[in-house]
């Protein structure tokens, strides 16, 4: 069979280029920006916001106009723009479907023509049909990008463009807190992975914040400070002061704003709580600090930024200060209490069936049931609570931990001392997800190479602490000689590193009834 006798039908689609039906018109052109005195309305922003974002090179102008007007505008106009931003310039999906179809016809057809070419030793006809499809396939990854694709690209190469952007990522943030809605998200992980790129470690400064900076970078750490909240000019200053540091990675077109900031107390051995790192007066004279404790990271853009952001502070204070032997944290557990208590209402469901069905259950129910008490605690917290009314100890271990009224009792929390501690490294080091830590503050420091090093009672006894973690806190130690070995055992095997501390408490962990 010669080329003059492939099907016809092939031959012509092999030599169509893709010719979509004409392209949707964009969004309706929003009206003319007011020409009364609020030229920085909702309204106005949209406009150049169409301007910009269905232009094929968005006009600089029009992206200045955008950026001041959208500064300009209160939470409420933000959220409107952002809502257009998402819904109204997302991925043409008319478009979408019709070059789908275009493929898969093209593509069926080659598939035919090109085993019948095949059989008869015509490569030529079988190479353009190839061809077409790569025409086709760059044609769908063209379609499948969102219309706001080429303005934040463009919003990113305008002077000021970079920090506007970071603005409205923040904003997205919030409004997401509130609104998850699908295209919102959508918006959220194409801003996010454009951000990661153009926010590259390689390109950041770091930078040693201190009581000296500008008032307006202060402004901000206090702003931004996402784990022990500042409460005032006195404890800012106690953090910026002697025996403490605070770095800051900074990226050059966006001067004067942190996008991570990380904070240490240099201390003689690791704290055992939080208030002796904020509160300790006076602080350990630098010339005596053996030890670097990082306790807080706080984040501004959820970039993760932090394990390149901490492996240069390591190396700086060691550079900075050969006295310094030990770099731990001082950790918050923010997942504990939640997976606490989910569990133990998981665990009274199953007892109310197994008490109800009987044996009708057949043992299916004992397979999920576990001791979450040892008898022995189970007693204590029975000693210690006046009127049980004949209730299971992880009955009432749920009724006292859905308030934290029971801080307050010194019997009550002697009795909750132990099994608190023993769940909480049981959360740490056994509970996982995928294979890695199921605790968020766990996985990233496990990631990175640290190890479990120690659990402390009552480190946090501030009212988000006692909510999120019972009051306990954690420190993850890194060796610095183990660093990689930690982190790549960890990223192929899930395997969590703990020293022996931590081992008294898992030796009762998940035993099975």
Same mark, same amino acid.
């Given at each position: 069979?010669?080329r003059?006798? @492939?099907p016809k %039908?092939?031959?012509?689609?092999?030599?169509a280029?893709m010719?979509?039906?004409?392209l949707?018109s964009? =969004?309706?052109?929003?009206? =003319?920006?007011?020409?009364g005195?609020d030229?920085?309305?909702?309204a106005s922003?949209?406009h150049w916001?169409?301007?910009?974002a269905s232009? +094929?090179s =968005?006009?600089?102008?029009?992206?200045d106009r955008f950026s001041?007007?959208?500064?300009?505008l209160?939470?409420?106009?933000?959220?409107?723009? #952002?809502r257009s931003l998402?819904?109204?310039y997302?991925?043409?999906r008319?478009r979408?479907?019709?070059?789908?179809?275009q493929?898969m016809?093209?593509a069926?057809?080659a598939?035919?023509?090109?085993? /019948?070419?095949e $059989?008869?030793?015509?490569?030529?006809e079988? /190479?353009?049909?190839?061809?077409?499809?790569y025409?086709m396939e760059r044609?769908?990854?063209? +379609?499948?990008?969102?219309?706001?694709a080429? *303005?934040?690209?463009?919003?990113n190469?305008?002077?000021?463009?970079l920090k506007l952007?970071?603005v409205l990522r923040?904003?997205l943030l919030a409004? #997401?807190?509130?609104?998850?809605a699908?295209a919102?998200?959508?918006?959220?992980?194409?801003?996010?992975e454009?951000l &990661?790129?153009w926010?590259?470690?390689?390109?950041?400064a770091?930078?040693?914040?201190?009581?000296d900076?500008p +008032?307006?970078?202060?402004?901000?750490?206090?702003?931004?400070?996402?784990v022990?909240?500042?409460?005032?000019?006195?404890?800012?200053?106690?953090r910026?002061?002697?025996?403490?540091r605070c770095?800051?990675y *900074?990226h050059?077109a966006i001067?004067?704003?942190p996008?991570?900031f990380?904070?240490?107390?240099?201390?003689?051995d690791m704290?055992?709580?939080i208030?002796?790192?904020l509160?300790?007066?006076?602080? @350990?004279?630098?010339?005596?600090?053996?030890?670097?404790l990082f306790?807080?990271?706080?984040?501004?853009q959820? &970039?993760?930024l932090g394990?390149?952001?901490l492996?240069?502070?390591?190396?700086?204070?060691?550079?900075?200060m050969p006295?310094?032997?030990?770099?731990?944290?001082?950790?918050p557990?923010?997942?504990?209490?939640q997976?606490?208590l $989910?569990?133990l209402?998981s665990?009274?469901?199953?007892?109310?069936a197994?008490?109800q069905?009987?044996?009708?259950?057949?043992?299916?129910s004992s397979t999920f049931?576990?001791?979450i008490?040892?008898p022995?605690e189970e007693?204590?917290?029975h000693?210690?609570i006046?009127q049980a009314?004949g209730?299971?100890?992880?009955e009432l271990?749920?009724e006292?931990l859905?308030?934290s009224?029971?801080?307050?009792?010194?019997k009550?929390?002697?009795?909750?001392k132990? =099994?608190l501690m023993r769940l909480?490294a049981?959360?740490?080091?056994r509970?996982?997800?995928r294979?890695?830590?199921l605790?968020?503050?766990?996985?990233?420091?496990l990631?990175?190479?640290?190890?479990?090093?120690?659990i402390?009672?009552?480190?946090d006894?501030?009212?988000?602490?006692i909510?999120q973690?019972g009051g306990?806190?954690?420190?993850y130690l890194?060796?610095?000689?183990?660093i990689?070995?930690?982190?790549?055992s960890?990223?192929?095997?899930?395997f969590?590193? %703990?020293s022996?501390?931590?081992s008294q408490?898992?030796?009762n962990?998940s035993?099975?009834?």
């Amino acid at each position: 069979m010669t080329r003059s006798h @492939t099907p016809k %039908s092939l031959a012509v689609l092999l030599r169509a280029r893709m010719h979509p039906d004409p392209l949707p018109s964009p =969004p309706p052109h929003p009206p =003319p920006p007011p020409a009364g005195p609020d030229p920085n309305s909702a309204a106005s922003v949209r406009h150049w916001l169409h301007a910009s974002a269905s232009a +094929a090179s =968005p006009p600089p102008a029009a992206l200045d106009r955008f950026s001041d007007g959208y500064r300009s505008l209160d939470r409420g106009g933000r959220r409107e723009v #952002l809502r257009s931003l998402a819904a109204d310039y997302d991925v043409p999906r008319a478009r979408v479907r019709d070059l789908m179809r275009q493929y898969m016809s093209v593509a069926s057809a080659a598939a035919a023509g090109g085993e /019948e070419a095949e $059989a008869v030793g015509d490569g030529e006809e079988k /190479e353009g049909a190839v061809a077409a499809l790569y025409r086709m396939e760059r044609g769908l990854r063209d +379609a499948l990008r969102p219309r706001y694709a080429g *303005f934040l690209e463009a919003m990113n190469a305008q002077p000021g463009g970079l920090k506007l952007l970071a603005v409205l990522r923040a904003d997205l943030l919030a409004l #997401l807190g509130e609104e998850n809605a699908p295209a919102l998200r959508a918006l959220d992980l194409y801003l996010k992975e454009k951000l &990661i790129t153009w926010l590259s470690p390689a390109a950041l400064a770091l930078h040693q914040i201190t009581w000296d900076d500008p +008032a307006s970078l202060l402004e901000k750490i206090v702003e931004y400070e996402a784990v022990h909240p500042i409460r005032n000019l006195i404890d800012l200053k106690r953090r910026l002061g002697v025996g403490r540091r605070c770095f800051g990675y *900074f990226h050059p077109a966006i001067p004067g704003e942190p996008l991570i900031f990380i904070e240490v107390a240099l201390l003689k051995d690791m704290a055992t709580s939080i208030q002796e790192v904020l509160w300790d007066h006076p602080p @350990t004279p630098e010339c005596e600090a053996i030890c670097a404790l990082f306790y807080s990271i706080s984040s501004t853009q959820r &970039i993760n930024l932090g394990k390149f952001l901490l492996k240069r502070v390591i190396d700086m204070l060691r550079r900075d200060m050969p006295s310094v032997q030990i770099f731990a944290t001082l950790s918050p557990i923010p997942g504990f209490m939640q997976w606490l208590l $989910a569990k133990l209402a998981s665990q009274i469901k199953l007892a109310e069936a197994e008490s109800q069905e009987g044996d009708s259950l057949g043992g299916a129910s004992s397979t999920f049931r576990e001791s979450i008490l040892l008898p022995d605690e189970e007693k204590m917290i029975h000693d210690a609570i006046e009127q049980a009314d004949g209730k299971q100890g992880i009955e009432l271990l749920q009724e006292v931990l859905k308030s934290s009224q029971w801080v307050k009792s010194e019997k009550l929390s002697a009795a909750l001392k132990y =099994p608190l501690m023993r769940l909480c490294a049981r959360y740490l080091a056994r509970e996982k997800k995928r294979g890695k830590a199921l605790d968020a503050v766990a996985n990233f420091h496990l990631q990175n190479g640290a190890m479990i090093e120690r659990i402390n009672w009552m480190a946090d006894q501030s009212e988000k602490g006692i909510q999120q973690s019972g009051g306990i806190m954690v420190n993850y130690l890194y060796r610095l000689e183990n660093i990689e070995e930690y982190a790549l055992s960890y990223s192929g095997t899930g395997f969590i590193h %703990s020293s022996p501390s931590l081992s008294q408490y898992l030796e009762n962990v998940s035993k099975k009834i």
